[in-house]
Structures are given as structure tokens and as C-alpha cells.
């Protein structure tokens, strides 16, 4: 495979991709997670490839995760030696420790693999809420039917990082649609966290929903916090509807620290400003 991925920062980089997993696990062991394996993903050689089997292959579920972290973004976009990856990490799925059965799961993920969600849906309805959430980050992207399901199925978890992941995934990283991600979207707008609400918001207003206006419209009127992802959502759906909300938002907001979100509210608006008044200033 031609090497496509260039990062002068790790091109001149002299340390051992050795010394960097171990700094890795190391960092691990004592909650540090200022390392990482930013420098052995890149090179993703046969060296790389082999570290990671050698630590999946390990007595020690520390340094199984580490090898199922190393395994799961070799190459980086050019995905090196993804095939034989991704069934080591199919057959780390049966690991007996949650967390590496985790770890494989957000490894098979970052190698967005069509063959691995037979085997990561088995694990949907784990009593691990660990396990649960890994299966929702293995299954972001994929829009095969039974992945969707799954998804749907977790969007409604009891677990709060579990039904987050599972909106955005639904929401944002698939182009599908259907009655019933449309449901589960919409549950998700009656969620208790903000942001599954703005979450679910944007998923229905990038399929363009009939009754997203009046969602957005509720929630501006019926939550004490405005979410970005909201009027993020107002954006996408361009209603001048929203419009005089989203001035009124801007008055009463207090945005002097909050950069981002400004950026996003005056995006909203002048996507729902009325096109008379479009008209009116551009003279």
C-alpha cells in the first residue's frame, strides 16, 4: 500500500515505537493519560503490528487493552494491516476482563470493518455498561441494518454515555432513515440530558422532520440551558420560524464567554433570517 498519511511532527520523531507502548501502558497503570500512541500509529509497520499481537496475546489484561490500542489505528487513514487486525480483535471480543472486551470494541471501531459487526452486536444487551458502550463506538458509521437496530436499541439505555453515544451515531454519522430511527430520535428529544436532546435535535433536522420547528421552539421555551447542538439543529433546518426566537436568544443569552457558541447562534440566524430581510440588507 502507498503511504498516504504525512505529519511532519512524527516524521522526526527518534523514539522506538517500544519505548512509546510502554510509556503508554505505563501511563495507564497510573492514570495518566497525558501519553498516547499517536507515534506507532502512524508508522503502523510490521514492528507496530507485532507489538500489538504480542500485548493482545498477553496474560495480562492491562496489556491486552494496550495491544487491542495499538491494533485499532495502525496506519491511520491508510489502515495498515487491517485485515489481520481485525480479526485479532474479533477474536479479543471472548476476552473474559470487560475492559479488554471494551478496548476491542473501540479498537474494531476506529477500523470501521463491515465483517466485525456480527460479532460486536452479540454483546448489545451486556451487563456491563463498559461493554455496552464500546459496542456503540464499534457500530458508529455503519449502515447496515443490523447495526442500525442495535443502535436504536442503546439510544433508550439506562446508561447516559451509553444513549449519547447511540443519538450521535444515529443522528449524525449515518445518512439513513427510517420510521424507526425517526422514533428513537424523537424519544431522544424528551430526553433528561441536554445533550441527547440537541443530539437527537440535529439528527431529525438533518432528515429534514416536519416537526423539528416546533421540538426546537418547545425546548428553547421549556429548558433553563439552550444547548449548541440545538441551535445547531436550528442551522440545518433554515426556518425563518425560528428566527425571532433566535434573536430573542441572542439578547437574552450571556455569550461574552462562550465563543463557539455565538459562532453558532449568528450561523443559526442568518440561516433562518426571512428572505425580505435578506433582501433588505444586502443594500
Known amino acids: 500500500m502507498v503511504k498516504t498519511r504525512f505529519d511532519l511532527k512524527y516524521e522526526n520523531k527518534s523514539e522506538s515505537s517500544v519505548s512509546v507502548v510502554e510509556r503508554y501502558r505505563s ?7 497525558d501519553t498516547n500512541l499517536g507515534l506507532v500509529h502512524y508508522r503502523g509497520g510490521e ?3 507485532q507489538l500489538g499481537k504480542t500485548y493482545l496475546n498477553s496474560h495480562d489484561p492491562l496489556d ?4 487491542a490500542d495499538i ?11 487491517l485485515d489481520l487486525s481485525v480479526n485479532l480483535l474479533i477474536s479479543a471480543l471472548q476476552d473474559k476482563v470487560d475492559t479488554v472486551v471494551y478496548c476491542a470494541c473501540i479498537a474494531l471501531g476506529h477500523r470501521c470493518d463491515e465483517k466485525a459487526i456480527a460479532h460486536v452486536i452479540k454483546f448489545a444487551q451486556s451487563p456491563s455498561t463498559e461493554i455496552r458502550n464500546g459496542v456503540v463506538f464499534a457500530l458508529l458509521g ?13 439510544s433508550c439505555d439506562e ?13 449524525t454519522q449515518i445518512a439513513s432513515d427510517s420510521p424507526e430511527i425517526r422514533q428513537a430520535l424523537l424519544k431522544g428529544t424528551s430526553d433528561e440530558d441536554s445533550e441527547i436532546r440537541g443530539e437527537a435535535l440535529v439528527g431529525l433536522a438533518n432528515r429534514k422532520d416536519s416537526g423539528i420547528v416546533e421540538l426546537l421552539l418547545n425546548e428553547w421555551k421549556t429548558v433553563e440551558e439552550v ?3 440545538s441551535v445547531e439543529a436550528a442551522e440545518i433546518i433554515a426556518s425563518p420560524r425560528l428566527y425571532s426566537t433566535l434573536i430573542e436568544l441572542e439578547k437574552t443569552l450571556d455569550l461574552e464567554e462562550d465563543v463557539f457558541f455565538e459562532f453558532q447562534l449568528q450561523h443559526a440566524l442568518d440561516a433562518c433570517r426571512p ?8 443594500f
Do not use: C, H, Y
Not at 501511563?27 to 493519560?33: A, L, R, S
Not at 491486552?64 to 495491544?67: K, Y
Open 159 to 171: 446508561d447516559i454515555d451509553t444513549r449519547n453515544w447511540a443519538m450521535f451515531g444515529l443522528g
Open 47 to 49: 514492528e507496530e503490528f
Open 142 to 154: 455503519q449502515e447496515s441494518t443490523e447495526a442500525i437496530d442495535v443502535m436504536v436499541l442503546l
Open 227 to 229: 444547548s449548541i447542538l
Open 71 to 81: 491494533l485499532g489505528q495502525l496506519g491511520w487513514r491508510d489502515k495498515t494491516f
Open 27 to 33: 501511563g495507564i497503570e497510573q492514570n495518566n493519560w
Open 64 to 67: 491486552r487493552g494496550v495491544g
Open 275 to 282: 428572505k425580505i430581510l435578506k433582501v433588505v440588507s444586502a
